[in-house]
């Protein structure tokens, strides 16, 4: 019988293009569960690499970690996500973001439209740091106000003692 393949965590890494960080923290919420070597150093088997990627392509889409749990809980992450068909709980929850995402829109629409009837007019292009009215020649702008070069008429503003 062969033995199944095991990746190290720089490997599922370099495979998946997911960081071990990422890797460590996903087992430390229970989306990845990996083997141990008697050295202590985490072994990856190809069905972790199928996970990652399925978790990888729907945090993509917009979902969190926890969004993912009862996908992975229901096995809906153990073949590749466009191989397979979709799962009932895969569904709900994309439905379920969908409307969630709608609701923003909407909140945010109306907001837009509530700041368009303040300000009917869309002026000019906003006016460049080199038009503001109170900048010298050769000044800048620092967090949106004016700064004064030290060699400025103004002159040094410390006091010299």
């Known amino acids: 019988m062969l033995k199944e393949i095991e990746m190290r965590i720089g490997e599922l ?5 997911v960081s071990p960080r990422s890797l460590r923290y996903y087992e430390q919420q229970g989306l990845l569960a990996p083997q141990r070597d008697d050295n202590g150093y985490r072994a ?3 069905l972790d690499a199928v996970r990652v990627a399925n978790i990888t392509e729907l945090r993509d889409a917009g979902l969190a970690l926890e969004d993912v749990r009862p996908a992975l809980e229901n096995g809906c992450l153990d073949a590749p996500l466009r191989q397979s068909p979709y799962c009932a709980e895969e569904l ?8 969630t995402l709608d ?5 945010l629409h109306e907001l837009r ?4 009837k ?3 007019h869309r002026g000019p292009e906003p006016r460049r740091h080199a038009d503001h009215p109170g900048l010298a020649p050769g000044s800048r702008l620092v967090r949106g106000r004016p700064r004064r ?9 410390r006091s010299t003692k």
């Open 13 to 17: 890494a370099d495979l998946t293009g």
């Open 44 to 46: 990856y088997d190809p």
């Open 92 to 99: 709900n929850l994309a439905n379920d973001r969908l409307a």
């Open 103 to 107: 609701d923003r829109i909407a909140a």
């Open 113 to 116: 439209g509530r700041l368009a």
């Open 118 to 120: 303040r300000a009917p």
């Open 149 to 157: 070069n030290s060699n400025s008429s103004l002159g040094n503003h």
